[in-house]
T-cell receptor, first 115, second 111 residues
Framework: NAGVTQTPKFRVLKTGQSMTLLCAQDMNHEYMYWYRQDPGMGLRLIHYSVGEGTTAKGEVPDGYNVSRLKKQNFLLGLESAAPSQTSVYFCASGSHRSPSYNEQFFGPGTRLTVL | EDQVTQSPEALRLQEGESSSLNCSYTVSGLRGLFWYRQDPGKGPEFLFT???AGEEKEKERLKATLTKKESFLHITAPKPEDSATYLCAVQAPGSNYKLTFGKGTLLTVNP
């Protein structure tokens, strides 16, 4: 039981390049979330999904797209990276069912630098 | 709009020196208040969920309490391994189980 895993762990991009961050969970959770964490800003929600095939915008969605084609995977895409997207990205999953009941489980993070 | 404010931003304690971290919140109805611990370079790790005013939960040297406006994380006789950033988050009804996080309190416990 690996929990929530994220790929890659580190990445350096040049401005304008694109990339996809992959999140996978093996807990059969319905909900999945993408956050970014910046110094002094805390964790901010980018996009989230309440089930396979559904996605919705969070607090800071601009410049990002997401897809949830399979229940266990949640992809975050940057079509044209900008220096302002330099951040640490965390994926989380959760369920409203017992025993986790609303708790979100976080992955180890992806550290992205955009030059 | 849901808001979470944590204080202090940073706290330095001597080993064994008890203290409390504060999380004040504004939310339209509270489904749950969550405390997480985050070590450098890692993802947040769940500690507690509190659902209603007056509720308390304990885990080793940590005790979380909840009122209608704020939550406290009490740390009794801390050890250096308790050093971490502690995050507070709230969840509102009808929010699709989204969490709104505070900016965290960086706790350093010196031996």
């Amino acid at each position: 039981n690996a929990g929530v895993t994220q790929t890659p762990k580190f990445r350096v991009l040049k401005t304008g390049q694109s990339m996809t961050l992959l999140c996978a969970q093996d807990m059969n959770h319905e909900y999945m979330y993408w956050y970014r964490q910046d110094p002094g800003m805390g964790l901010r929600l980018i996009h989230y999904s309440v089930g396979e095939g559904t996605t919705a915008k969070g607090e800071v969605p601009d410049g990002y797209n997401v897809s949830r084609l399979k229940k266990q995977n949640f992809l975050l895409g940057l079509e044209s990276a900008a220096p302002s997207q330099t951040s640490v990205y965390f994926c989380a999953s959760g369920s409203h069912r017992s025993p986790s009941y609303n708790e979100q489980f976080f992955g180890p993070g992806t550290r992205l630098t955009v030059l | 709009e849901d808001q979470v404010t944590q204080s202090p931003e940073a706290l330095r304690l001597q080993e064994g020196e008890s203290s409390s971290l504060n999380c004040s919140y504004t939310v339209s109805g509270l489904r749950g208040l969550f405390w997480y611990r985050q070590d450098p370079g890692k993802g947040p790790e769940f500690l507690f969920t509190l659902y209603s005013a007056g509720e308390e939960k304990e885990k080793e040297r940590l005790k979380a309490t909840l009122t209608k406006k704020e939550s406290f994380l009490h740390i009794t006789a801390p050890k250096p391994e308790d050093s971490a950033t502690y995050l507070c988050a709230v969840q509102a009804p009808g929010s699709n189980y989204k969490l709104t996080f505070g900016k965290g309190t960086l706790l350093t416990v010196n031996p």
